[in-house]
């Protein structure tokens, strides 16, 4: 994406979310930090939904020692890898109570070395806790940043030193939470909501998603598709009722007159047939009967000119050399 897109990308989410915010609830930087280590692979409304009651308990480091690891597993049990996550919030409540007076770190390495604290969750916490530029790239991000072409990567840290060269400094406060709420509401994983989108035209990604259909549309489109089911069910059976229904057989000599009448259904000849001379009058006549006729018929039509050839086989039945003939002069 091109310098001027990145602007205008940023500029149009800005306007429609001056103030992002985090849709984690805390109520200081430690517990801050708790909820983030909590919600990795875990929904922000799950991971509130635990630490409300929590957080009205526990706030600081030592809180949360006096509490332990088997009491901090009651609250957290409903997010995911709790077990994991239980024993990582002690530890690193042990490491701030003992070696940072019980103060979260506002440096990048300092905070990565916590348990469970990757690069990620230090970008949020810096970033939200103490207003640095950081980008933490999660899934949300990595996804926008790769299908629109505003930062493409292999890696989580691709994407992110892309999107810190690429996004202009006036935006990279909220640059996480803007790409975030664009990435959770509208450009979603499964299904882009394209129609809707505010920085479609600046989008790299080509098969935009079209607006679902309304009721009244979809019972249209199904009504059209049964219609025409019906239509050709309908044109089916007047095919096979007109395939089944005798028709006349008239043949001509070469020179226009009346050479042979009969009747068939379908391909088949059937029923009587007369042989005329080419004064007019009658040769022979009879009824056609299964194998009475074989061979090769030229069929003229009333100018005299090659209509068609017939080979019929015993059982009256033409083959497709007839088909294949088309009518010549
Ligand atoms: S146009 Fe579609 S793919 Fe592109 S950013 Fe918007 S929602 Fe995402």
Known sequence: MKPQAVTEFYRR???????????????????????VVLSAQATDIGVNKATGPLFARVDTPEK????????????????????????????LSKIL??????????????????????????NVVLNIAFGEPTIAVDTHIFRV??????????TPLHVELKLEKKT??????????????????????????CWRCLVADLCAFKPKSPAPQSDEARRNKKAKIKKKAAAK?????????????????????????????GQTIG???????EWFRKDGTKLRSGTFKDGAQTGEWTTYD?????????????????????????KRS
């Open 168 to 193: 202009p400094a006036e935006f990279k406060q909220h640059a996480h939470h803007w790409l975030i709420l664009h990435g959770r509401y509208v450009c979603k994983a499964r299904t882009p909501e």
């Open 233 to 261: 069910k309908k044109s089916v059976k007047k095919k096979a009722a007109r395939q089944n229904r005798a028709m006349p057989f008239i043949q001509y000599h070469k020179d226009g007159s009346l050479w042979a009448k």
């Open 145 to 154: 940043g790769n299908r629109t072409g505003l930062a493409p990567g292999k």
């Open 64 to 91: 949360m020692l006096a509490l332990g690891e088997a009491g901090l597993k009651n609250y957290i049990k409903t997010i995911g890898l709790f077990n994991a996550k239980a024993k990582n919030v002690i530890a």
């Open 97 to 122: 109570r003992d070696e940072h007076k019980s103060i979260v770190p506002r440096d990048r390495e300092a905070l990565q070395k916590l348990p469970g604290v990757g690069r990620k969750t230090a």
């Open 13 to 35: 989410l800005r306007a429609q979310t001056p103030q992002p915010a985090s849709e984690l609830q805390y109520v200081n930087v430690y517990t801050l930090l708790v909820a």
């Open 267 to 273: 391909d088949i000849l059937t029923g009587y047939w």
């Open 302 to 326: 009333k100018k005299g000119r090659v209509y068609k050839i017939t080979a019929m086989k015993p059982g009256l039945k033409s083959t497709g050399k007839a088909a294949s003939l088309k």
